[in-house]
Structure formats: C-alpha cells, structure tokens
C-alpha cells in the first residue's frame, strides 16, 4: 500500500511540474504577441521562424512526412523577401500522442531496416539513365510456311477400333504445328481402358512413328488421340510474342513456351507456377526451352523489375547473357561456386521478409505497393521497390554431382519460402533420374516441363505420369502446372543464336549505372568470416588425439560413434588451430602439441585451489 501511494505522489508531482512548464510557456507566447501589437514586430527581411513549443516536436495525423517547412530568412538574389506571417497561438499544432508514437515507430523500423540489410549482402541497385524495352525487329521472321494438307484419318481411325471390337466414333479434329488430335467418342459399355491399351496397335495401322492418347480430354467427354504430322512446321520465337496472348498479359513473368496442339500460343505465367523444372534427354529441346524463357523475361521487364541469378555449370549455355543489366552477379561457371551462389539467395530471401515484417506486409506485391505510394506522398525513408529474381539453372546433375546436400538444402528452402518474396527457381537436368530429381525437390517444385525421354520410368520421374516416352523431340513437350488435372502438349518455340545476341546486344547498348557485384566471392568470404559452431565433441576428440599421440578420422569415428563426415570436420578444425598437421598421403598426422591447453588450465586451477585448502588449514591451526 505504501508502494502505490509513494507512485500517487510522484505521478502528482510530476504532472504539476508539467503543468507549470505549459503555463509559463504560454504567458511568454501571450507576451510576445502582446508586444507585436504594441509594434514591436520585427523587419520582415530578417523576422526568424519562431519555436512553436512542445506541439511543434511533433506532427499532426494529418501531415504528411514530406512536408517541411519552408525557412523564412530565405531571400531569392534580385527579389524582395516576402514578409513573413505571424503564426498565432490557435494554429500551432497541439501535443498529439498517437503522432508522436507513430514518429516513435517510424524511427524504429529506419533501425531496423539497416539492421536487417547488414546481415547479408544487399542487391546490388540499379539507377536507369536511359532505356527502352526491345522490340520484335531484334528476332528472325518466320519462313513462308509450304501449305501441306494433313491426311484425314478418321475413317481409318473408326475402322481399326472397329476391327478390335471397340465402337467408336471421331467428333472433332484439331490440327497443330507438330501434331494432329482426334477427339474420339466411345459407344456406350465402352471402358476407356480398353482404347488406352491399343496404342500401339493404332500407330501400327497409321503408320505413325508413335500414338499418344489421352483419355479422358479434360473437361470433354472424349478421348484424344494424338497423331504425328507428316510435316512439322517450326513455331518461330518471333511469333509467339507478337502474339495478343503474350502482348496483353498482365505479368512482367510471362513466358512464351511455344505454341499448344491446336496452334494457339502458350504463355505460362511464372507467377503462377511458382517454380518450374525442366527436364529431358539430350537433344530434345531442353536448353532452346531455357534461352526461350530467358529472352520472354528481357523482352518484357527492366532490370528494375525482373533481376537473374544464372548458373551454368556446362559454361556453353548461358555465358552469352554475360554483361546484361538484368544479372545480379556473372553467370557462376564452376559448380563448386553454385552452392554459394545458392546460399546468397537464400540470405537474400531472408532480407526481404525482414523488409516484409518490419513494414507489416505479407509478400513483395504488397511491399512495392507501400513504396510507391510513399514514394508519390514523398516518404523520407525511401523504400526502394524490390525487384523480381529469377534464379537459373542449367544443369542440376553436375551441381548434385559435386555439392548434392548443400545445393538440395539451398534449392529446397527456396522452392517452400521464395515465392511470396519474389523469388522464383527455374531448374533444368538432361537427367531425370531419382537421384538428380530427388523426392524433395520434386514436393517443392510443382511445375514441369517435360520434353522426350528414353523410358516411361523417367517420365515418371518428372511428372508423376506416363507419357513424355512417346513424345517426338526436337521441342516436342509436355506442360504441367500447378493445379492442373493434365499435362498439356505443345510445341516449343524455337529461338535462334542470333536472336539471343540481338537482345543481348540490344540491352548491352543500354545506358544504365551497373553497380553489379560479385555475390559469389562476396558470399564466399563473408561465410570464411564468420565463425562456424565449435562442435561439442571438439575437446573430447582433441584429448583422445594427445592421449594416443594419434590423428585419425577412423578412430574418432570408432570412439565417439559418428559419421564420417563429423569425424573430418573435427580433423580440419584441429589442422586450423594447429594441433595436428596437414595430412601426407598414407602417412599419419603429426600431433603437434603434448598437451591440451584447457586440461592444463584446469590443473593449474586445481593446484591453486589445494593450495589455497592447505593456506586455510595452517592458518586455523
């Protein structure tokens, strides 16, 4: 009870003394006023901004943070200085608590975003001086199509179903670049299983290099059987972005993939697919895919919009994109250096969503929304809008080759979190296999591509289905999204080596302030520089190391029970610090010290203790 009464009183103190500090303060602005009145205003060349007082700290709700006052001792060289306005009392803003907090919380969030910037390396901010999308006079123009007049083939259709006891009946026909759809509608008792299992029989009397069917044709009651042209005509990359479909799309991610089995143009929204893997065997499209999507980003979208992290392990693919505005960083060649490069996004991945919750945001849609209304009411904090990353691989079998933990953490931890950061993976492997396309990377990458494959396993292996077997290469693929019942076929578009150095040349000539830095080696020696986690095994394995007079990674693991890759991590770390020597083939290590440091620590504080035990016992006797 004292307690609260000993507060009352000081609360009550304090209060009186605040009080007393308004009411002089407001006599003196009484006086001031009552003296100008009387003439004593000062001359307008040289009146100086009076103190507004305690209110003047802080803004209204209603002000914005752009608004400053203007100094009215500024005289213009050759004009008369206007006289000032005596600001009077009753439109001097009041004490307003809920402003002041809000200027409270806006200083701290300022804190928090340099805070937050220093962990990782930032991305490098790009200023455009000058600069203009490219147009579509940079690509080839399509070659004069010869007018080839597919064969009918519904009636034979009809007729060799028929022969199979299947009764049947063709209702539509859809003629595409590379392929020709019949939509067949089965009679009634008719199972669909029964058409799935004659395709091979089907191609035999067609005389078709492989029938595909797809049964049934999502959203229709049909089945849909997916003949080989005699002709196949070449879907122009030019095309296919001249196209309404591409041109009105919404997305700075649009990407123009080619053109569906009824001719129509396919643009995937890499938005929507949230990642895209692509995989296929040699020579069946897969790297004029990438070069594909690669030129729909930097037909489309600044360097302040869209931005590429590209990793190339074959070094013949992408290092032709080498000087672009849009790279974060030059294409990363080794694939040593990929599982750092990797590691930069995931460090770049955690910036933004500190950005995210210090601006009370949920993705990068969001947050560049805050930056440029703050930016049109002229914001003093500056929030720069973040652009999009798209992060490029070309080859994951090398990558999983060399580094296969630290580029599936890295990949993984991407794929679940980037998106609503505004990162996106693009992933291709000429080897679909199950330990190149892991069971993890697959759950975190739902959209694929998928071009022709040697066997049915590893269409399996991409899309969960069968199918990209019978594809006919050469840009013939398979399209699955997210949310989709069914792969959808389609032609890829085909892109010329000359086009791609059209665009590249295009943006190269650009006149843009590059701030580009080396994120790699960046990353690299940040990483060299902090100090990794001592393992809780390290002075136990150092004392067996000076006992036995022995450095070996086999008895660590014999005596402590771990892995082989625990054990050498303990090795390295006592080879850093100078306990054991560099290793010398067959030879043992050299043990380098007789003794642990911190066991003759503790003997020295033993004998100090006895020491002083002994002092403790004479001096009582």
Same mark, same amino acid.
């Given at each position: 009870m004292s307690i609260i009464l000993i507060f009352n009183v000081s609360f009550i103190a304090l209060f009186r003394r605040l009080w007393a500090a308004l009411g002089r303060r407001q006599r003196q602005t009484s006086e001031q006023v009552a003296s100008r009145q009387a003439g004593k205003s000062v001359s307008p060349a040289t009146d100086k901004p009076r103190s507004r007082g305690l209110g003047a700290l802080f803004r209204s709700k209603g002000q914005s943070r752009s608004e400053s006052p203007t100094p009215r001792d500024e005289v213009v060289q050759g004009q008369p200085a206007k006289p000032s306005e005596p600001t009077s009392r009753r439109s001097r803003p009041a004490f307003d608590v809920a402003a002041a907090e809000d200027r409270v919380s806006d200083e701290s969030k300022t804190t928090k975003f340099t805070a937050s910037a220093s962990k990782v390396i930032p991305l490098p901010q790009r200023q455009q001086l000058s600069g203009t999308l490219p147009s579509l006079d940079l690509f080839k123009d399509p070659e004069g199509r010869k007018k080839v007049s597919q064969v009918d083939q519904s009636q034979l259709l009809e007729d060799t179903l028929a022969s199979f006891g299947v009764e049947a009946r063709v209702v539509s026909m859809d003629t595409g670049p590379v392929i020709t759809r019949y939509e067949i509608q089965p009679g009634p008792g008719v199972k669909v299983s029964r058409i799935t299992n004659l395709a091979d029989d089907l191609a035999l009397a067609l005389a078709a290099q492989s029938v595909r069917i797809e049964a049934p044709v999502p959203g229709k009651p049909v089945v849909g059987i997916e003949v080989p042209n005699t002709h196949r005509d070449v879907v122009y990359m030019k095309e296919v972005l001249a196209s309404p479909e591409y041109q009105n799309h919404p997305s700075k991610l649009a990407l123009a993939l080619g053109k569906d089995i009824s001719g129509a143009p396919l643009i995937a929204d890499l938005k929507r697919c949230l990642h895209l893997l692509i995989a296929g065997a040699t020579g069946s499209g897969k790297?004029?895919?990438? +070069?594909?999507?690669?030129?729909?980003?930097?037909?489309?979208?600044?360097?302040?919009?869209? =931005? @590429?992290?590209?990793?190339?392990?074959?070094?013949?693919?992408?290092?032709? %994109? +080498? #000087?672009?505005?849009?790279?974060?960083?030059?294409?990363?060649?080794? /694939?040593?250096?990929?599982?750092?490069?990797?590691?930069?996004?995931v460090g770049e991945m955690e910036r933004r969503y500190e950005l995210f919750a210090d601006? #009370?945001?949920? +993705?990068? $849609?969001? &947050?560049? $929304?805050?930056?440029?209304? *703050? $930016?049109k009411a002229g914001d003093e904090q500056g929030l720069e809008p973040l652009p999009y990353i798209v992060i490029i691989v070309d080859e994951l079998a090398d990558l999983m080759l060399v580094a296969s933990n630290d580029v599936e953490d890295a990949i993984c931890r991407l794929a679940q979190m980037a998106r609503a950061a505004g990162m996106f !993976?693009?992933?291709?492997?000429?080897?679909?296999?199950? $330990?190149?396309?892991?069971?993890?990377?697959?759950?975190?990458?739902?959209? =694929?591509?998928?071009?022709?494959?040697? *066997?049915?396993?590893? *269409?399996?292996?991409?899309?969960?289905?069968?199918?990209?077997e019978k594809l006919l290469g050469k840009g013939?693929?398979? %399209?699955? /999204?997210?949310?989709?019942?069914?792969?959808?076929?389609?032609?890829?578009?085909?892109? @010329?080596?000359?086009?791609?150095?059209? !665009?590249?040349?295009?943006?190269?000539?650009?006149? &843009?302030?590059?701030?580009?830095?080396?994120?790699?080696?960046?990353?690299?020696?940040?990483?060299?520089?902090?100090p990794e986690p001592e393992d809780e095994l390290f002075d136990d394995a150092v004392r067996l190391v000076v006992d036995t007079g022995q450095a070996s990674v086999s008895m660590l693991q014999r005596r402590f029970r771990i892995g082989y890759s625990r054990a050498t991590r303990l090795i390295d770390a006592m080879e850093l610090k100078g306990i054991v020597g560099e290793h010398q083939g067959s030879k043992p290590r050299e043990v380098l010290i007789d003794s642990y440091p911190e066991d003759d620590q503790e003997l020295a504080i033993d004998s100090a203790d006895s020491q002083d035990e002994e002092e403790s016992d004479t001096a009582m006797n």
């Open positions: 790297s004029i895919c990438l +070069n594909t999507i690669i030129a729909s980003l930097l037909f489309r979208a600044t360097p302040e919009e869209v =931005r @590429l992290l590209m990793i190339d392990p074959k070094r013949v693919e992408l290092v032709n %994109y +080498n #000087g672009i505005p849009h790279l974060i960083s030059p294409v990363v060649q080794d /694939p040593k250096k990929a599982a750092t490069a990797l590691r930069w996004a601006t #009370g945001v949920r +993705n990068i $849609d969001g &947050y560049n $929304d805050l930056a440029r209304s *703050s $930016d !993976l693009i992933i291709a492997t000429q080897r679909p296999s199950v $330990d190149v396309i892991t069971g993890l990377i697959k759950a975190n990458i739902p959209s =694929r591509i998928a071009f022709a494959v040697s *066997s049915q396993a590893d *269409s399996r292996t991409i899309l969960d289905m069968s199918g990209a013939d693929m398979l %399209y699955f /999204p997210i949310g989709a019942a069914k792969a959808t076929r389609a032609q890829g578009a085909w892109i @010329l080596d000359q086009d791609v150095n059209n !665009l590249v040349d295009f943006w190269k000539q650009q006149t &843009y302030e590059v701030s580009e830095i080396d994120v790699v080696a960046e990353t690299a020696a940040a990483v060299e520089r902090a």
